[in-house]
Structure formats: C-alpha cells, structure tokens
Nanobody, 122 residues
Framework: QLQLVESGGGLVQPGGSLTLSCAAS???????IGWFRQAPGKEREDISC????????YYADSLKGRFTISRNNAENTVYLRMNVLKPEDTAVYYC????????????????WGQGTQVTVSS
C-alpha cells in the first residue's frame, strides 16, 4: 500500500509560479508517478507523468514549456514546477502512482492523493 500526499498548492497571481510536491509514504521506486488536475465542472485532465527512474517523461501538449516534472527517489517525492500560471490552470491537482516503469492512462493508476487546490487569480 502506498499513500500519497500532495502539498504546495495555494493562491497565486497570473504569471506566477508554484511547485507542487507529491510525497509517498513508502518506497516509490517501482512506481511511475503522474499528475492530474480537475477543474469544477470539467473532466479530469492528464498533466504529466514520470517513469520510475525519471528517464521517460510525458507532458500534455498544452502545458509543455510551462510545467516541469521531476522526482527524488531518495526522498520518495515527485515535484511539479508550474510557471507562467494562468487562470485556466485553476483546479485541484492530484498525484497518482502506477506500479509500472512506464506511465499510462489515468485509469491504470493504483494509488491517488487527496489533491491540493491551485487557484490562479488577481
């Protein structure tokens, strides 16, 4: 059993930056980790994912260049750096773990965090 806890969300002005953290309760070495978000009234959206050793990374096309995913396996933590934030980035952000080297569709993830709210507003 793996427990995931997101942190780092909050209120930020347009153009600002935030770094989200996803901390795993145990070793996440065998898990690909993904970030997802869901805005009110919208479907969950895949944002990014990183393979177990960090050598394969996926980003949603609309977010490339603004978001950066990374992981520190020694600390069992995955990060999502978000730059040049826009009001449309407002959502609850979730991380999830998949016991596989590769990333995959959201329905293949085994463990989910509780989410952290990101609000982009002036």
């Amino acid at each position: 059993q793996l427990q995931l806890v997101e942190s780092g969300g909050g209120l930020v002005q347009p153009g600002g930056s935030l770094t989200l953290s996803c901390a795993a309760s145990g070793s996440a070495l065998d898990y690909a980790i993904g970030w997802f978000r869901q805005a009110p009234g919208k479907e969950r959206e895949d944002i990014s994912c990183i393979s177990t050793n960090g050598d394969r990374i996926y980003y949603a096309d609309s977010l490339k260049g603004r978001f950066t995913i990374s992981r520190n396996n020694a600390e069992n933590t995955v990060y999502l750096r978000m730059n040049v934030l826009k009001p449309e980035d407002t959502a609850v952000y979730y991380c999830a773990a998949r016991r596989n080297y590769y990333c995959g569709h959201s329905f293949t993830y085994d463990y989910w965090g509780q989410g952290t709210q990101v609000t982009v507003s002036s």
